[in-house]
């Protein structure tokens, strides 16, 4: 497991117009060169929940906000069967610039941009993270994350409650995974009952 926020490695204090502002100027990888807008992450920057994906998409890309194409509208109904919406969670990638052809972020590209979702991780303090795919899943939990045998199961990352579950283009190529999925949300929409008891 991967441990971002320990010794020398957390982020300093940090505001959000400062970290916008320089994450909005960042060429660090090839992908800030053909984007239309950052997507830098959306909702209660205060969130005890936050949701992590992997990269923009075409839409994300065009209108400068995560999870706004079909794979977005998916995860808001997500959000409403455990009675959430956008404006109690946090949401980010972790690439804010949107891969050719939607295609995985390359490894590179990850370690260049990772730095920005530490530093919003670090100034939302959510106390459950949640890793939507493999992708996410395998960045911050372990390297051979297999999110067919692992989605809603917990994991301790750096302190923080934190499960992977299908991503929702995921769930929209293959529809018959919806009904794990319907149990993850369940589960995890326990555990924040839990944390608030």
Same mark, same amino acid.
């Given at each position: 497991?991967?441990?971002? *926020?320990?010794?020398?490695?957390? &982020? ?6 400062r970290l916008? +502002?320089d994450?909005?100027g ?6 800030? @060169? ?5 997507? *830098? ?5 205060g ?8 990269g ?5 890309? $065009? ?8 794979a ?26 949107r891969p ?6 390359? &490894? ?7 730095? !920005?979702?530490? +530093?919003?991780?670090? $100034? ?18 372990? &390297? ?6 692992? =989605?809603?199961? !917990? *994991? /301790?990352? %750096?302190? @923080? ?5 299908? =991503? #929702? %283009?995921?769930?929209? +190529?293959?529809p %018959?995974?919806? #009904?794990?999925? *319907? ?9 924040? /009952? +839990? $944390?608030?008891?």
């Open positions: 497991m991967m441990d971002f *926020f320990k010794d020398n490695a957390s &982020p300093a204090p940090d505001s959000w117009e916008e +502002r994450c909005a960042c060429m660090n990888c090839a992908l800030g @060169r053909t984007r239309q807008n950052l997507v *830098f992450g959306v909702g209660d920057r969130a005890d929940v936050m949701f992590i994906g992997e923009p998409g075409e839409q994300e890309d $065009l209108q400068g906000e995560p999870f706004v194409g079909p977005g509208k998916l995860l808001d109904t997500m959000l409403q069967i455990i009675d959430l919406d956008r404006t109690q969670v946090y949401i980010a990638n972790i690439v804010k610039c050719p052809r939607n295609r995985d972020p390359l &490894p590179d590209e990850q370690a260049a941009c990772i730095g !920005w979702l530490e +530093r919003q991780i670090a $100034l939302v303090e959510p106390k459950i993270l949640v890793f939507l795919g493999r992708i996410a899943a395998q960045v911050f939990i372990k &390297p051979d994350f297999r999110i067919s045998r692992e =989605h809603g199961q !917990w *994991f /301790d990352v %750096s302190g @923080r409650r934190a499960m992977a579950i299908y =991503h #929702p %283009s995921a769930l929209l +190529r293959d %018959s995974k919806r #009904p794990e999925t *319907f149990v993850d949300l369940k589960t995890l929409r326990q555990e924040i /009952d +839990r $944390l608030y008891d």
